[in-house]
């Protein structure tokens, strides 16, 4: 992508509050923590409040590679409540701000936030992170923005309980319009939304959302998985798809690219932000919301084909009967579900392995399902050679 070409990320939300409330908060350094949505900022070093271009302001920061550093924000951009906008340079304790370092250490990467007024008491707000001005061939490290796009998605949320100070739904969207759906009465701080955790998320201790924050997720190829593309070139999508846990949304987004309506679903909003971003960097046509997939009936709404790669094999023994239900739920009679899994037969099998009898006995006929296939395949991840982990490519049809 050219510098011409590059699109920043935007993440917008309306928040119940004036522009001039908001930009308040904006403008002062020292409650920038209380909204910040990276988990980065550690307070304040040195400011004021910020009061035109050409302020600078200091704050602590943490990141895990890095330890404590302080970043010298350089304020840009200063319209009073409408617009507010800084470049960091990387200060003490940062790399780039130790003599002969490899990047200079104000690298180009531009923070803004842009007030538009809609109606008397509510404001859209759009955080934006701009790296046009990053060397061209090191834009790539920030994923172009994209890695950014969920924090920016927590930073309005913040933001937003910041400035109304009550529970009121609202709602984000990131890059072209794409809408994060309302969160049904979850307390704000409870990391599961408001669903009951997975079995995978109580053996791990950490949402899935957690898996997403700080880089690429050890599955996240960063590609569709090949035995998708295979499977889509040879006409096996057809009709309306779902992807039941979508992920960064790389085969839903490829699925998309063929034309095919396509809704990503995932409880990974951070990992939705990302789809998001991508679907609206790379201009495809893709819709992405946060669902649980042990209760897709709640979408109401029917699929002919569905994927589900690298989904159920993350659920124990007491979910599987309850996700099938749920599947068939959405799939129409007649309609396609493949499954890609690990599987169980090595060497190198990946962290949970499924066999052909586990497969078959979750989706029987009993269930509404019949499996007509279920074939060797490969699963590549970030954590194996490029051959990928043996896996199962299952093909069942909803009865
Ligand atoms: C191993 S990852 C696979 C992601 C994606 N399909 C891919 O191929 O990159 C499993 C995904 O399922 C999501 N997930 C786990 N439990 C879920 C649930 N109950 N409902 C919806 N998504 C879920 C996780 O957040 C994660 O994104």
Redesign the pocket.
């Known amino acids: 992508m050219t510098g011409d070409e590059y699109q920043p990320v935007a993440v917008s939300r309306r928040i119940c509050a004036p522009a001039r409330d908001i930009f308040r908060v904006l403008a002062d350094p020292g409650r920038h923590r209380e909204f910040d949505g990276s988990g980065m900022l550690r307070g304040v070093a040195s400011s004021t409040t910020i009061s035109g271009v050409g302020d600078v302001f200091v704050m602590k920061m943490y990141f895990d590679e890095l330890g404590d550093y302080q970043m010298i924000n350089h304020v840009v951009e200063y319209q009073p409540d409408r617009r507010i906008g800084w470049e960091p340079e990387a200060g003490r304790g940062h790399p780039n701000a130790e003599p002969g370092a490899e990047r200079p250490a104000r690298w180009g990467q531009r923070w803004s936030f842009e007030l538009t007024p809609d109606g008397p008491d509510a404001t859209i707000v759009t955080e934006i992170f701009d790296c046009s001005q990053v060397p061209e061939d090191q834009r790539p490290d920030v994923g172009h923005g994209a890695i950014w796009a969920g924090a920016m998605a927590r930073t309005l949320e913040r933001l937003d309980a910041l400035c109304t100070r009550q529970g009121k739904p609202a709602q984000s969207s990131v890059g072209k319009g794409a809408e994060v759906p309302k969160r049904s009465g979850a307390p704000a701080e409870d990391p599961f939304g408001g669903?009951q955790p997975?079995s995978?998320?109580r053996l791990t201790g950490l949402p899935?959302?957690a898996?997403?924050r700080d880089g690429p997720?050890p599955?996240?190829?960063g590609r569709p998985?090949p035995a998708v593309v295979r499977v889509a070139a040879q006409g096996g999508f057809a009709g309306t798809v779902l992807?039941?846990?979508?992920?960064?949304?790389?085969?839903a987004l490829h699925l998309a690219s063929l034309g095919l309506p396509v809704l990503g679903?995932?409880?990974?909003e951070t990992?939705l932000a990302i789809a998001r971003a991508k679907a609206a960097e790379r201009e495809i046509e893709a819709e992405f919301a946060v669902?649980?997939?042990?209760a897709l009936g709640r979408l109401g709404r029917r699929f002919d084909t569905v994927?589900?790669?690298?989904?159920f094999?993350?659920?124990d023994g007491g979910?599987r009967p309850g996700?099938v239900v749920s599947l068939a739920s959405v799939t129409g009679h007649g309609g396609t579900l493949y499954v890609?899994c690990f599987s169980d037969q090595g060497p190198g099998t990946g962290p949970h392995p499924v066999s052909q009898e586990e497969l078959r006995s979750a989706f029987g006929p009993g269930a509404g399902w019949h499996v007509a296939a279920i074939k060797p395949d490969r699963?590549q991840t970030r954590f194996h050679d490029d051959e990928g982990a043996p896996a199962w490519l299952a093909t069942i049809k909803r009865t």
């Not at 992807?243 to 085969?251: H, L, Q, V």
């Not at 669902?291 to 042990?294: K, Q, T």
């Open positions: 669903r997975t995978h998320e899935w959302d898996s997403y997720a599955w996240d190829s998985q992807d039941a846990g979508c992920g960064t949304g790389e085969n679903v995932d409880v990974a990992a669902a649980d997939a042990l994927l589900d790669c690298g989904l094999h993350t659920f979910e996700y890609l699963v």
